[in-house]
């Protein structure tokens, strides 16, 4: 093997090529390839028909054989890849027709447009445009149909709630009227000589409630009657009801 310093490299008597390395701008010939010395780790480059011959490290000295580059085979002609954009335009777009509705048909949309964008500017080595448009269709019908299904939701969810609240004040305002009363008839029982016309006050109620805030949430206030009347509270008529079960309206 010959093999001697030449300026900027080192020559090879097997090829009669010559092993450079970069310069400071970094660029290469055309044909030439770059790999590092397996000692020092210096970059160097070299012809392609350097490629397994024994060279010279320019830096450290180290003789090795020049590895042997990887062929970059050109893609087929007529070939392409779908646009992951694509992809993911239909996959959302199929998402907002069974469980996410407009959640994903938004992103649906915005994938799609520019899913085909990517696609006319790729010059054909991306494809995928079918199912951009699939999932262009499919987030606009979803879309479309959120607009006119969650204001129908609302209107039939929101008075079904507003109801519920209102059936619980009622309820809570009806046990809170059993209370008074059962504390009236605990207060008669231990005083016998109390007349049935007496209207007990709160405070004589207080020891038999054992402390139990008794409020009316939809704002009304309690009346507590004589001995044998019903309690009662200002909301008894409708909408609100809240009154014992012989006394309602």
Known sequence: MGSGRVAGG?????????????????????????????????????????????????????TFHAPVPMATLPSPAGTSVNAP???WSLVLGILSFTCFSILTAIPAVI???????????????LSGAGM?????ILGYIAIGLAIFIIPLEAAIAIPSFMK?????????????????????????????NMPNSHVPTM???????????????????????????????????PPYLHA??????
């Not at 090529?17 to 160097?44: I, Q, S």
């Not at 519920?164 to 231990?190: E, M, P, Y």
């Not at 014992?244 to 309206?249: G, I, S, Y």
């Open 10 to 62: 080192i020559w090879t008597a097997e090829t009669g090529v010559v092993l450079g390395w970069f310069a400071k701008t970094g660029e290469l010939d055309m044909g030439t390839y770059n790999f590092n010395c397996p000692k020092c780790g210096r970059t160097l480059a070299a012809d392609q028909t350097a490629a397994g011959t024994m060279l010279q490290c320019p830096q450290c000295q180290e």
């Open 164 to 192: 519920s609240r209102q059936d619980s004040r009622q309820a809570a305002c009806v046990n809170n009227l059993r209370l008074i009363d059962h504390a009236k008839q605990q207060l008669a029982t231990v005083t016998p």
């Open 203 to 237: 405070a004589e109620l207080q020891p038999f409630l054992r402390g139990q805030p008794l409020v009316c949430h939809e704002g009304g206030t309690y009346s507590v009657n004589a001995i044998t009347s019903n309690p009662t509270c200002s909301k008894s008529g």
């Open 85 to 87: 954009l694509a992809v």
């Open 111 to 125: 994938c799609g447009h520019q899913a085909q964008s990517k696609i006319k500017a790729s010059g054909g080595t």
């Open 244 to 249: 014992l079960p012989k006394d309602a309206f």
């Open 132 to 136: 951009a448009l699939a999932g262009l």
